[in-house]
């Protein structure tokens, strides 16, 4: 869904960060533009994780240099809640499960901050109930979800389907999907990857971080980025997720040797 | 008909230790009993032999296995004197009243009866709620299988409750009577700004075979603005409930403990099973200085179910202590028991469950959790689930948790737009809703759930 009048939703440069004083982050630089689906690559322990959670705002991560501009704005200076009003919403790797707080009542609360934030009125319980139904169909949800406490006791496919129905309420301008499909056998990945699927517009861009590029096949990206050791090393097309998958992770260690004597690393 | 007992305390017999005792007992002693004719004999013995075995005894101290914990040199710091008579006008209960139980209501204020305050006009036939002066003659020669006729009774404050027994509140179903209205029963101290005063409450609850009782037992302060506020005016309510269960009744019991920031309680609640019968509990604490909640529960017969689920709330420098046994001896007996605590600042929370499981409580079925939620760095949990099991052919579990306020929830949750503050709100709501939530009025649900709030939050 590229268009030619695109506007950048996303501007990341030189992007540095911590965790327990260990550099993660040693550099990222990554544009995206409205329309656009972007896929990051990368093994294990390339940073990949850490930099979706950056972009979420986790905490427990220090940015120590480097910029994020999300339209138009410094994201740094935002909090978490500010980043999630503001439009970016993090399908986490692995959702929490919170016992005593009902799937729908927090459902309605983070729907109704939105609201809030838009200047729109909150809505009740009811009215709340026949728009959650409404997007049940995206993710083929049971309704019964709903009355169960958050996540808990819910199967891998059903936490990611879950994360997916709050994306949907949601309406995010950008979605930051962290490896939604690791542990999501075909038939709930192809549910997941319908969801994100129905979900895009011409207005909205996602990112989709993933080990594998199975979930390639059913979200197809615009772009395909490699991740190693904190950077993004290279970019293409949809052919190089292919090119990946043929030579393996390995053949990255190459690559990388190759970038190092580029730049004269 | 009122009656002073012979004075078994003499200052002289009395060791330095015991002296602390022994004027308290001096003064409970003093008390007059309020009871009709034909008790008067066998109650004047019930206390003597109270008074006997407060002599008998010495207070507590830490180096007592079941005290170790719980300090009590924070009240015996105070010289308390029995609280005397005051009046308070409907006007000051609006905030313990409830409106399911608007006409099935009996109040107590410093441990006195105050029959302006309560409303029982709701109660059906076949049931007594009310004080002991008033109980008919028909069960008042029932009484003496019951009142002060629980195990353990000789524990050195329920004595001490014994000994100054003058009064009392009395819930008493008929056989196979039950009815759908809550009895809320309220207990009310008034701080002197004199002197510290003590009040001692006595609860007598029978359900009798096939009967069915629901009851909301509630403990609080009048004070100038918010009671959780410390405001240096010590009390300390000394309180013991007896509860009866006969073959296959049912009793539903909430207890609220919410005594000022200044107040002490030390609570008894001791509870008889006869076969067949159902008894669960919530007891949600929020207030005092310092309490210790004792509940006791006997199994009497073969398939009973007892629930035992509870709530604590503890911040500032409050001690809050729940000792529970259940004590099992035949067979088929379910017990569940869940029991949170929020303990916040500098406050310590104590918690010990005993569940004992002797040989004849074959295919006995004990679930027991113990579940902590710690706000700040300062806030201590001393936790002890205990199972005793001799029986081979038993389902038991027991277990402990303790946790914070984990950054990975608040995280999840801001990132779908909720601020801090309302991440952390829903956080402890869903911790502390779990045992409000069974609450059986709503009022007080939401009374309580706003109270959670107003303590874990601010």
Avoid at chain 1, 94 to 101: D, F, N, Q, S
Avoid at chain 1, 213 to 239: A, C, N, W
Avoid at chain 2, 266 to 295: D, M, P, W
Avoid at chain 2, 365 to 378: F, I, T, V
Wanted: negative net charge; glycine residues 6%.
């Amino acid at each position: 869904m590229i268009r030619k009048d695109a506007q950048t939703i996303l501007s990341v440069k030189n992007l540095t960060a911590n965790i327990n004083d260990t550099p993660i982050l040693k550099g990222v630089n990554l544009e995206v533009k409205e329309g656009e689906v972007h896929a990051i690559m990368g093994r294990n322990g390339s940073g990949k994780s850490t930099f979706s959670k950056v972009l979420a705002g986790h905490p427990a991560y220090e940015v120590t240099g480097g910029e994020i501009i999300y339209k138009g704005v410094n994201l740094l200076e935002k909090e978490p809640d500010e980043r999630a009003l503001s439009g970016i919403f993090l399908a986490f790797q692995y959702p929490l499960e919170i016992p005593g707080v009902s799937n729908l009542e927090f459902l309605r609360v983070a729907y109704n901050a939105k609201q809030k934030y838009l200047g729109l009125e909150e809505i009740d319980v009811f009215e709340f109930e026949d728009l959650v139904e409404d997007k049940l169909d995206i993710v083929k949800m049971d309704p019964a979800f709903l009355q169960r406490s958050l996540n808990e006791g819910f199967s891998g496919g059903e936490k990611k389907r879950n994360e997916i129905l709050q994306m949907a309420l949601l309406e995010p301008s950008l979605a930051i999907l962290d490896e939604t499909d690791s542990g999501l056998d075909i038939d709930a990945l192809r549910i997941v990857a319908n969801g994100v699927n129905q979900l895009a517009t011409p207005y909205t861009a996602s990112l989709v971080i993933t080990h594998y590029q199975r979930l390639l096949d059913y979200i197809e990206p615009d772009f395909v980025h490699v991740m190693y050791d904190g950077r993004i090393i290279t970019s293409g097309g949809k052919e190089l997720a292919l090119e990946l998958e043929d030579k393996g992770y390995d053949f990255l260690d190459e690559l990388n040797q190759k970038v190092l004597v580029e730049v004269g690393g | 008909m009122t009656l002073t007992t012979n004075l078994i305390f003499k200052p002289e017999e009395i060791s330095l230790k015991g002296a602390y005792l022994g004027k308290i007992l001096r003064q409970c002693e003093e008390q007059k009993t309020v009871f009709n004719v034909e008790l008067t004999g066998w109650i004047k013995e019930l206390r003597q032999k109270a008074a006997y075995d407060v002599v008998k005894s010495d207070l507590p101290t830490t180096k007592d296995e079941e005290w170790r914990f719980t300090d009590l040199s924070s009240l015996l710091e105070n010289e308390f004197k029995i609280a005397s008579e005051t009046k308070l006008s409907l006007f000051d209960l609006e905030a313990f009243i409830y409106p399911e139980a608007a006409q099935s209501r009996l109040v107590f204020v410093n441990g006195i009866y105050a029959p302006k305050l309560s409303n029982i006009s709701a109660i059906p036939e076949g049931i007594y709620v009310g004080n002991l002066e008033n109980l008919d003659l028909t069960n008042s020669q029932k009484l003496v299988k019951y009142l002060g006729q629980q195990e353990g009774s000789n524990e050195v404050f329920t004595a001490l409750n014994t000994s100054g027994l003058k009064d009392g509140a009395i819930i008493w179903f008929n056989k196979n009577i039950e009815t759908k209205t809550p009895i809320h029963l309220l207990f009310l101290s008034v701080p002197s700004f004199d002197h510290p005063t003590i009040d001692q409450p006595r609860t007598l609850i029978v359900a009798e075979a096939n009967s069915q009782i629901e009851i909301i037992e509630q403990y609080g302060a009048i004070t100038l603005g918010c009671s959780d506020r410390p405001q240096n005016h010590p009390y300390f309510t000394n309180a013991v409930t007896e509860i009866f269960l006969e073959d296959n009744s049912q009793v539903k019991h909430t207890r609220i403990q919410r005594e000022s920031g200044d107040g002490f309680q030390i609570g008894k609640t001791a509870i008889s099973q006869a076969r067949n019968s159902r008894y669960s509990c919530v007891e949600v604490n929020l207030g005092a200085k310092l309490f210790r909640h004792n509940l006791e529960v006997n199994q009497q017969g073969e398939q009973t179910e007892t629930t035992l689920n509870g709530l604590t709330i503890l911040g500032g420098r409050q001690v809050g202590d729940t000792h529970s046994v259940i004590s099992l001896n035949h067979p088929h007996g379910t017990t569940n028991q869940l029991h949170k605590y929020i303990i916040d600042e500098f406050a310590q929370g104590i918690f010990s469950g005993k569940v004992s499981v002797p040989h004849n409580a074959q295919l006995t079925n004990a679930n027991q959790l113990n579940r902590n939620l710690l706000l700040s760095p300062k806030a201590r949990i001393q936790t002890k689930p205990e199972l005793q099991i001799t029986a081979d052919n038993v389902k038991c579990s027991h277990g402990a948790t303790v946790s914070q306020l984990e950054d990975d929830e608040i995280f999840y949750l801001r990132s779908r737009g909720l601020n801090e503050y309302d991440a952390r709100h829903l956080l402890i709501d869903a911790f502390a809703g779990e045992i409000l939530d069974l609450l059986p009025i709503e009022s007080l649900n939401h009374r309580l759930t706003q109270c959670v709030a107003c303590r874990t939050l601010e």
